[in-house]
C-alpha cells in the first residue's frame, strides 16, 4: 500500500514557476514509477509527466514539454514536478499517481493515487 499526499500547489503569475511535490509513504516506494496528472477546470484528468521507477526514463505531454520536469528522490521517497514558463492553460488539480516500476502515461494504469493540490495562474 502506498499513500501519496501532493504539496506545492497555489496561485502563480504567467510566466512564473511553481514546484510540486508528492510525498509517498512505504518501503517500496523505489520500485514504482510515478506520474502526474492534471485536471483543469471542467475537463478530464489528462496526463503530464512520468518517470521511472529508476528515474533514468521519462515522459511528458507535449503541451509541457521544454516548461515541466520531473524527478525523484528515492531516498526521500519524494517526486517532484518543476513547472517553469506557467500560463492560464495550466490552471488545474494536479494529482501524482504510482504504479510498478515503469512509468506511464495513462491514467488506468496507475494503482495509487493523491489528493491533488490546486494550482492557479492569473495575474
Known amino acids: 500500500q502506498v499513500q501519496l499526499v501532493e504539496s506545492g500547489g497555489g496561485l502563480v503569475q504567467p510566466g512564473k514557476s511553481l514546484r510540486l511535490y508528492c510525498a509517498a509513504s512505504?518501503?517500496?516506494?523505489?520500485?514504482?514509477?510515478m506520474g502526474w496528472f492534471r485536471q483543469p477546470p471542467g475537463k478530464e484528468r489528462e496526463f503530464v509527466a512520468a518517470?521511472?521507477?529508476?528515474?533514468?526514463?521519462?515522459y511528458y505531454a507535449d503541451s509541457v514539454k521544454g516548461r515541466f520536469t520531473i524527478s525523484r528522490d528515492n531516498a526521500k521517497n519524494t517526486v517532484s514536478l518543476q513547472m517553469n514558463s506557467l500560463t492560464p492553460e495550466d490552471t488545474a488539480v494536479y494529482y501524482c499517481?504510482?504504479?510498478?516500476?515503469?512509468?506511464?502515461?495513462?491514467?488506468?494504469?496507475?494503482?495509487?493515487w493523491g489528493q491533488g493540490t490546486q494550482v492557479t495562474v492569473s495575474s
Open positions: 499517481a504510482a504504479r510498478s516500476y515503469a512509468g506511464s502515461t495513462l491514467a488506468y494504469e496507475y494503482y495509487y
Open positions: 518517470i521511472s521507477w529508476t528515474g533514468d526514463i521519462t
Open positions: 512505504g518501503r517500496t516506494f523505489s520500485t514504482y514509477g
